[in-house]
């Protein structure tokens, strides 16, 4: 076990992020939500969807089934009427709060979580990621998968996870070829204003991460150590000309996304069978052939 220090300087980190409002909070979205087509909707409807998202813990681990994160499935829930109990890491209190939020009276249980329910926060435990330094190789393979950017390392050298930047999504750890990456619990109480100003800093940081994502991706004169999901593209592209869109760019992204979750599910059908997911698995596989069709 291990103790956080985020707890008590969420707000020295939030201090260089804003709060967002709900007018200011589906503005300037990353290009990756753009087939949302949030802009063109009503504003009550925005506003829905807005209050949604702020609901959400903005672990961005696709755990809903929506592998672009928590804005994708607020929008599902309000647009499409899609199981408002689907956010693993929020647990009853998220289900609860999302239900009062639309004004929903029927009761619906929280979907499980592999991890215990803290009895102080109602949540599945959290848990945070480091690398057992000693046995990565560098392979840099967890970078693109952070969808916080919260791993540093170059190609060939030691990787590093700021724990305090980590948000637990658990992306990391199926990339990693030596399963040097553990997960460790983490203890901690947060107030209800922490985990507001908590929430929109992993909000911001995603954003960031997608825009400078998009922005590598279009840039061909890379010559920076890797420390990216685009720059290992680049990387491993070498002399290879890229001339990428934002439709290319967003498509790359979900691949990414997609083969992490595909490697997740292999590594736990390997250890057990399941019916459930493996059909997951097939669906997963098409839905990637498909991108990849188009890259
Ligand atoms: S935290 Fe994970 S499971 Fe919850 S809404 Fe966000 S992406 Fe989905
Ligand atoms: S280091 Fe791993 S567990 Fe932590 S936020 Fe990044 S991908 Fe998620
Ligand atoms: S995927 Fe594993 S071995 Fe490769 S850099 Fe990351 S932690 Fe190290």
């Known amino acids: 076990m291990m103790t956080d220090t985020k707890a008590s300087n969420t707000m020295s980190q939030t201090d260089t ?56 499935y607020a929008t599902a829930i309000v647009l499409k009427g899609e199981p408002y109990n689907k956010c693993v890491p929020g647990g009853q209190p998220v289900t609860d709060a999302i239900a009062q939020t639309i004004g929903i ?27 057992r330094e000693d046995d990565c190789i560098g392979c840099t393979k967890c970078i693109p998968a952070c969808p916080v950017d919260a791993i540093v ?15 637990g999504c658990e992306l990391c750890i199926a990339p990693c070829p030596v399963d040097c990456i553990d997960l460790v619990i983490v203890e901690r109480e947060l107030s209800p204003f922490e985990r507001v100003a ?10 960031t991460h997608l825009k400078r994502v998009t922005e590598q991706l279009a840039d061909t004169s890379n010559s920076k150590p890797v420390v990216s999901m685009v720059e290992a593209k680049l990387n491993n592209a070498t002399s290879q000309s890229l001339n990428i869109s934002e439709a290319q760019a967003k498509n790359t992204i979900a ?41």
């Open 198 to 207: 908590e929430q929109e800093d992993l909000r911001q940081r995603y954003h």
């Open 255 to 295: 691949a990414a996304k997609l083969r992490t979750k595909i490697k997740k599910l292999e590594k736990q059908l390997s250890v057990r069978a399941n019916d459930k997911k493996q059909m997951e698995l097939e669906g997963l596989q098409a839905e990637l052939d498909a991108l990849q069709a188009v890259l």
């Open 153 to 167: 390392g170059t190609g060939k050298h030691m990787h590093t996870i700021f724990t305090d930047l980590c948000t």
């Open 17 to 72: 992020h804003p709060q967002s409002t709900e007018q200011t909070r589906l503005t300037d979205l990353p290009i990756l939500f753009k087939s949302l087509h949030i802009d063109t909707l009503p504003n009550d409807v925005q506003t829905k969807i807005a209050r949604v998202d702020a609901c959400l813990p903005q672990t961005q681990c696709g755990l809903c089934e929506h592998p672009d994160g928590c804005l994708p």
């Open 105 to 131: 009276d029927t009761h619906l249980t929280a979907a499980p979580s592999q991890w215990p329910i803290d009895m102080t926060s109602g949540r599945p435990t959290e848990v945070r990621a480091v690398i």
